[in-house]
């Protein structure tokens, strides 16, 4: 995410390495480069110069504090610019209706019924609703189908009229139907276009005025750079929307939708898509964003989808078995699909300071773990329960079972060995050993 951009910020602040004080010419210097990786990064020329301008008057107007460097002190001023060009503080939904009615718009092709079922999902399962999709749009093919597809994933009901042709008394009949059935949350999933145009804004309008909804989120494709924030231009004068939704920010975006459609539109960010799942969707954090451009990660964001896979549960069971040396591979296994539900590879490594920069020339696999859970969905229950059991015998069929070698095998065995000890010593407060083995291992 933003890898590009991040490079070439990284590179603007090495200009003021090694100077002792902050002064008129290096801070031009440093933001000039500033200004042009965020164009490069598709951001309006007038907005990166404006947002330069307020960097500098910020910079030159601050002496440099004794435990800062004038690179740290223009990274902070900077990431503060950033997170205030990007909304400041996160922004919230409207979920005050009975039933609250959400409206969702834009262009065919960004992400729009896909993103309309991650957000059913969310609310269902992060705020306890009980949400219903409805297919407004009649005239895409298979649009109402792929919707049903989606509300089966994420165990959602759909409503859908194949023979209505007209969207408002879709729309109109399914908040009855909402009222009826107990949904406290209707998300229309509206047509789009490939293209803005006058029959689609007068369709969309029409919806708003006949539903007055809670809410309405304009859905625009990260990767489409400035086009998107001029696309939401157009679609803010029309209908006057509460948010913006970025789809596709686990792709290869420059970065320049994120950073200054709030400047354009002046409407908040809500929502960010950050894969195909339907549980990659994050509340947008401008702060949290700001620091990931920047390359600082986003432990936050890391620890919060780490607590929402927290089973305390299988936790405490697992922390008896370690106790009893009976940590096997079923448990193993069971701590891989946590992390996998996490999110990305890619994804959870950029959250991670300093990771991403680290990792950035390497191929980091989304199926990272399938040749370890290929090895173990290769062993026998006995073998799994018991790993000190395989021998070289057994090594071998678990190789061949596997599509692995004999010494991917025991590559494994080794690293299941290591973890079981610095797992046991973390319970047992063996910090010092823990901490001589790790030496021991490099």
Known sequence: ?????????????????????????????????????????????????????????????????????????????????????????????????????????????????????????????????????????????????????????????????????????????????????????????????????????????????????????????????????????????????????????????????AISIKSVVHKPIKFIGTGEKMDAIDVFYPSRMADRILGMGDVVSLVERAQEQYDEEEARKIQKKIAKDKFGFDDFLKQIQQVKKMGSMKDLMGMIPGAGKMMKNMDIDDDAFKHIEAMIHSMTPHERENPTSINASRKKRISKGSGTSVQEVNQLLKQFSQMSKMMKMMQGGGGKKMMQMMKNLQ
């Open 1 to 257: 995410m933003f890898d590009s951009l991040s490079d070439k910020l990284d590179k603007a602040f090495h200009v003021l390495k090694g100077h002792g004080q902050i002064t008129e010419v290096n801070v031009a210097e440093t933001l000039k480069e500033v200004r042009r990786a965020l164009v490069d990064a598709d951001v309006n020329f007038k907005i990166a110069k404006e947002f330069t301008n307020t960097v500098k008057e910020k910079a030159l107007g601050q002496n440099v504090l004794k435990s800062l460097k004038p690179n740290q002190l223009m990274v902070k001023i900077v990431k503060d610019e950033l997170t205030e060009m990007m909304g400041g503080d996160a922004e919230g939904i409207d979920l005050s209706g009975n039933p609250s009615v959400i409206l969702m718009s834009g262009l065919q092709g960004s992400g729009k019924t896909t993103f309309s079922g991650k957000l059913a999902n969310f609310l269902k399962t992060k705020k306890s609703k009980k949400p219903l999709l409805v297919a407004c749009d009649v005239y895409r093919p298979a649009a109402i189908d792929q919707l049903h597809v989606v509300g089966e994933q994420i165990d959602v009901e759909v409503f859908s009229n194949k023979e209505e042709k007209n969207p408002v008394a879709i729309a109109e009949a399914a908040i009855a139907h909402a009222k009826q059935n107990g949904h406290n949350v209707v998300i229309l999933d509206t047509a789009g276009r490939l293209a803005v145009d006058e029959v689609m804004m007068n369709e969309i309008s029409d919806i708003k005025k006949a539903i007055q909804p809670e809410e309405i989120l304009f859905v625009v494709d990260a990767m489409t750079g400035q086009d998107a924030v001029n696309t939401a231009k157009t679609f803010n004068e029309v209908l006057d929307f509460d948010g913006v939704i970025l789809t596709k920010l686990d792709g290869d975006t420059r970065g320049g939708a």
